[in-house]
Structures are given as structure tokens and as C-alpha cells.
């Protein structure tokens, strides 16, 4: 079985221009032994600013039962910045 990678991009406007903040691999994290499973969820972390202020971001995108979410962490090196937390929901619509 071959592994797969998933690249997400994300874009932020600043000003008048679009840049690429990050691009990071999705690692997708199958049920069972020997990854032979379906996939249940995928992860992926990078780091944010520099110094005193550098944090690491962590994405995890999961399934609850037709429901999409994504939780968002982010940890600082130093205590001095508050560490926080946000899950988001995305619904499937009922047709």
C-alpha cells in the first residue's frame, strides 16, 4: 500500500498583496494494524515567529459521523504568550 501526502496551502492578505503563509503535509492517520484501515483523521504541525514568540501549530482534521472538524492548537515556547485553543465544525447540508 503506498502512502499518501496531502499538501495544504494556506493564503493570507496583507495589505494589497496575497502571500503563501505556510504549506505543511497533511499526514493521514488510517484505523487498524498496518495502516490498513480507513483513514480517521489527519495532522499536521508547523512552527509560527521567531525568538521569544516562536509557537508551534497543531492542525488535526477529523470526522464525526457526516461532520468535517478541524482543531487548531497553538503552543508558545514562553509563558509570557497564551496558549490557545479552537475547534470549527463544517456541516454537510442535508439535500
Known sequence: ???????????????????VVQKVPLHLL??????????????AT?????GTGEATVYAT???????L???LAKLYQ???FANWFTSF???KEKS
Do not use: Y
Not at 508547523?46 to 521567531?50: C, D, F, I, N, Q
Not at 482534521?61 to 461532520?67: G, I, P, S, T
Open 1 to 19: 500500500m503506498s502512502n499518501i501526502t496531502v499538501t495544504l496551502t494556506g493564503l493570507a492578505t496583507r495589505g494589497l498583496k496575497e502571500e
Open 30 to 43: 488510517r484505523a487498524g494494524l498496518g495502516e490498513k484501515g480507513p483513514v480517521e483523521r489527519g495532522f
Open 46 to 50: 508547523w512552527k509560527e515567529g521567531v
Open 61 to 67: 482534521v477529523r470526522f464525526n459521523e457526516a461532520n
Open 69 to 71: 472538524i478541524l482543531d
Open 78 to 80: 514562553v509563558p509570557r
Open 89 to 91: 465544525g463544517l456541516k
